[in-house]
T-cell receptor, first 109, second 115 residues
């Protein structure tokens, strides 16, 4: 079973910030939080990952709560091309990356 | 700099046959993992190879086997194909210890259809 919980779907208006939440209440101290997205029929695309500090790169920002039990991925200015399934994953165990069903983000024009 | 490359992109096999899928990791990466993604589901971890040995394995039967070569490329073999093996097979590469902080990159996958 996936170790993270995400809403199944979200909408966001084009040009606005998209905030995708993720709960990972059972995360252990050495596990990272990874975010990937997948556009239909393509391989998952790496977005960002972090351990406990907030992270930012050219694609997104990752905000991790102080207790590390949840995080939020922020796409600052969503475009139509950001429509995809977004996966929040915690890693560090013996079973590879455990993907859940993710959040289907739909960017509305 | 080439990313993770997989071949073939699409293939069709008959039930009971065997299939081999191939993966070349991103330059500088030495660890390869394989995932199976059925339609409408998230990817499921099959196994991971490092230094030409299987290091970790998910909940997949022995019909699924793999190999890693000295140049770090890898193969996934599936024997006695079942209809349920129809899926997108993804290869992921990283440096050793990938999910302890290193970035993990995925290829575009190989679509396998079993008829």
């Amino acid at each position: 079973d996936a170790k993270t919980t995400q809403p199944p779907s979200m909408d966001c208006a084009e040009g606005r910030a998209a905030n995708l939440p993720c709960n990972h209440s059972t995360i252990s101290g050495n596990e990272y939080v990874y975010w990937y997205r997948q556009i239909h029929s393509q391989g998952p695309q790496y977005i960002i990952h972090g351990l406990k500090n907030n992270e930012t790169n050219e694609m997104a920002s990752l905000i991790i709560t102080e207790d590390r039990k949840s995080s939020t991925l922020i796409l600052p200015h969503a475009t139509l091309r950001d429509t995809a399934v977004y996966y929040c994953i915690t890693g560090g165990g013996a079973d590879g990356l455990t993907f859940g069903k993710g959040t289907h983000l739909i960017i509305q024009p | 700099d080439a990313g993770v490359t997989q071949s073939p992109t699409h293939l069709i096999k008959t039930r009971g046959q065997q299939v081999t899928l191939r993966c070349s990791p991103k330059s500088g990466h030495d660890t390869v993992s394989w995932y199976q993604q059925a339609l409408g589901q998230g990817p499921q971890f099959i196994f991971q190879y490092y230094e030409e040995e299987e290091r970790q394995r998910g909940n997949f039967p022995d019909r699924f086997s793999g190999h890693q070569f000295p140049n770090y490329s890898s193969e996934l073999n599936v024997n006695a194909l079942l209809l349920g093996d129809s899926a997108l097979y993804l290869c992921a590469s990283s440096s050793w210890g990938g999910w302890t902080g290193n970035t993990i990159y995925f290829g575009e996958g190989s679509w396998l259809t079993v008829v």
